[in-house]
């Protein structure tokens, strides 16, 4: 599947990126992804990064979702995680390589992940860590409007299009 049309400001923006299901051989490729986008952030929010805390954390992370490779051209720059809850499509998990961020990546996932959830007469809900500010603006800008909080996250919804 190719994703195209986005519409961000930034000069290095992309207009289309590919995405593909992730296969058990991508596991140790999304481990690397995860602790290269989310270490700083986890450090930032939690303390130091525990590996063996992590790994067990990414497992079910991995198996319990639909995961899905984001590519450029030839090169992998992120993924998403996917699930459901109370009949929505729950976004889990963004996650775009440092070198790749505030390109418009994360822009095109989210609204394929919206325009997909939208086929199946759904919505999308996710949550973003408060100190993940970035995250929560990408999400206000796409049409996320607070469904909520908890003493970590924000908690989000977009409604059926």
């Not at 058990?24 to 992804?33: G, I, N, S």
């Not at 394929?112 to 086929?119: C, D, K, L, N, T």
Request: charged share 25%; proline share 2%; aromatic share 8%.
């Amino acid at each position: 599947m190719k994703i195209k049309g986005a519409s961000v400001t930034n000069s290095a923006a992309v207009t289309s990126v590919e995405v593909r299901r992730a296969t058990e051989e991508d596991h140790q490729w999304l481990y690397e992804l995860h602790e290269q986008a989310h270490k700083a952030l986890v450090e930032r929010a939690y303390g130091p990064w525990e590996e063996d805390q992590q790994r067990a954390f990414f497992a079910p992370l991995v198996n319990d979702h639909e995961v899905f490779i984001c590519s450029d051209g030839d090169r992998q720059v992120g993924a998403v995680y996917l699930g459901e809850r109370d009949g929505d499509v729950w976004l889990e998990l963004v996650e775009i390589l440092p070198g790749h961020q505030r390109q418009g990546y994360g822009t095109l996932v989210v609204r394929w992940v919206v325009e997909r959830a939208s086929r199946q007469g759904a919505g999308t809900l996710l949550q973003v860590h408060r100190v993940n500010q970035d995250a929560h603006r990408l999400y206000l800008s796409e049409g996320f409007s607070s469904a909520g909080e908890t003493a970590t996250h924000h908690l989000m919804r977009k409604s059926v299009q």
